[in-house]
């Protein structure tokens, strides 16, 4: 079983940039497919970015060109670096994993919060 452990989250203005890391455990990252995940209040969750099978990143439309997923292998880890950030970007983000084999990422984190003000 994967399990993932979520840091990076806290509150910034608009504009500014965050990077969330999240530490992967009993798996190589390497070898897994991966995503980050958030749910705001009152909104239902949200995919942000994922790297499938093939290793090619995928993002939402709603963070192209601000947000960047990464995997360090060395390290075990996924990140997800935010740039340009935005209020309606609020919300817990999660990061989530599985083999690839499997159609969803089964495996997720605790979350962490981002608070984006205006």
């Known amino acids: 079983q994967v399990q993932l452990m979520e840091s990076g989250g806290g509150s910034v203005q608009a504009g500014g940039s965050l990077t969330l890391s999240c530490e992967v455990s009993?798996?190589?990252?390497?070898?897994?497919?991966v995503g980050w995940f958030r749910q705001a209040p009152g909104k239902e969750r949200e995919g942000v970015a994922h790297?499938?099978?093939?290793?090619?990143?995928k993002y939402a439309d709603s963070v192209l060109g601000r947000f960047t997923i990464s995997k360090d292998n060395a390290k075990n880890t996924l990140s997800l670096q935010m740039n340009s950030l935005k209020p309606e970007d609020t919300g817990i983000y999660y990061c989530a994993a599985d083999t690839c084999a499997q159609k969803d990422l089964r495996y997720r984190g605790q979350g962490t919060q981002v608070t984006v003000s205006s």
């Open positions: 790297i499938g099978g093939d290793g090619r990143p």
């Open positions: 009993r798996f190589p990252v390497s070898v897994l497919c």
